[in-house]
């Protein structure tokens, strides 16, 4: 039973180490270089000129370990096959599993430990003593012991395995995984579901129901209805609109982690041009490939007229007026010009 979960865990890192060397390429490394330069600088600031009320900043700090105390899940490794082909060894997998939970108590213990680390020297210029600083990792330790045993027991009770929650609490966290190296390349694996969030059916209705905007009310739905595209705008978004709000003393360095994240977006919802490969009726429709690309290229460019609006709304209030500028340039700039190259590529491929 050790064996097949260490070969499971094994593979599984190697697939993850082949999909870092594309999360981890040139391009992105340099811009962690700088962001990483800069949080060190505001951070060395901050430590000289600390405000004289430490309350808010205290504070911060500790939902900053409250924040590691939490993330992370079991790394069970469990497969749906599982339910039927490992029940008769039942009693092996608790144990594999009460072995994950302390495996992923100790690498969440090392993580908090470089957490506590990096919030040590604010507290020492704010007084707190050492021998609290002890307290406050260990019990962060024992918070972190915590948070593991409550989500434990979506995995066993007692001496039994609850098999359909462990194995969808696994492929959750796998997904994860894999939705974030979707953001930089295309990962096997990834599963989608489709959720209807019928407060987003205002905005479907904006479409007119006409067979020239057929392929718009398909993407849309894509959009606002499968699991991957809407959050992830949400998020990306919300990373750029922080970049400009803590990053506007710097705010060239904000434009450019603003354009990053707006590269990002649009990288990946263009795989809303094979959203509807596997749907037979798609291709009984008689329209050419070159009216799907041309219209995923309108919609796109819609979508991110609305963040980049959003983004130089948020920039002219900051008085960054030269940026908001560069802005609506660099990302009208992408979404034309490399619009236009996958959409002639995927038109040569058709063909």
């Keep these: 039973m050790n064996a097949l979960f260490t070969r499971r865990r094994l593979a599984f890192w190697q697939s993850s180490l082949r999909y870092l060397r594309f999360v981890f390429n040139d391009h992105f490394v340099l811009a962690l270089l700088f962001l990483l330069g800069l949080v060190l600088y505001q951070y060395s600031q901050l430590l000289r000129h600390h405000p004289q009320n430490p309350l808010f900043l205290l504070g911060a700090s500790f939902l900053w ?19 039927h082909y490992l029940l008769v060894q039942e009693a092996a997998v608790l144990s594999h599993i009460r072995k994950a939970q302390l495996r992923s108590w100790v690498s969440g213990a090392f993580l908090l430990l470089l957490a506590n680390a ?22 962060s330790f024992l918070g972190k012991w915590g948070a593991l045993a409550w989500k434990s027991r979506h995995l066993y009770q007692k001496d039994r395995v609850l098999w359909d ?6 492929q959750k966290r796998q997904q994860g995984w894999l939705r974030f190296y979707a953001l930089f390349t295309r990962v096997k694996g990834l599963s989608s579901s489709v959720k209807r969030r019928a407060f987003m059916d205002a905005f479907l209705r904006l479409l007119p129901l006409r067979a020239s905007h057929l392929w718009d009310n398909l993407y849309a739905r894509a959009f606002f209805r499968a699991q991957d595209y809407l959050g992830l705008t949400l998020r990306l978004s919300v990373l750029s609109f922080v970049g400009l709000v803590f990053l506007r003393q710097q705010a060239w360095v904000a434009l450019g982690l603003c354009l990053l994240f707006n590269y990002l977006l649009y990288f990946q919802l263009l795989a809303l041009a094979n959203h509807y490969n596997y749907y037979p009726l798609a291709f009984l429709y008689p329209q050419p490939p070159a009216i799907k690309y041309r219209r995923l ?8 007229g609305i963040v980049a609006c959003l ?8 008085g960054l007026w030269v940026q908001a500028v560069v802005l609506v340039l660099g990302t009208g700039l992408m979404v034309t010009g490399y619009g236009y190259l996958r959409q002639k590529k995927w038109i040569d491929v058709d063909r």
């Design 65 to 83: 370990v409250v924040a590691f105390v939490w993330m992370g899940n079991i790394a069970t490794y469990l497969e749906p096959a599982d339910r």
């Design 311 to 318: 983004q130089v709304f948020l920039a002219l209030l900051l």
């Design 165 to 170: 929650q462990a194995i969808a609490q696994e």
């Design 118 to 139: 990096f919030a040590w020297p604010l507290w020492l210029a704010m007084g707190v003593k050492v021998w609290q600083l002890v307290v406050i990792l260990l019990a």
């Design 297 to 304: 290229r309108g919609f796109l460019a819609k979508l991110m």
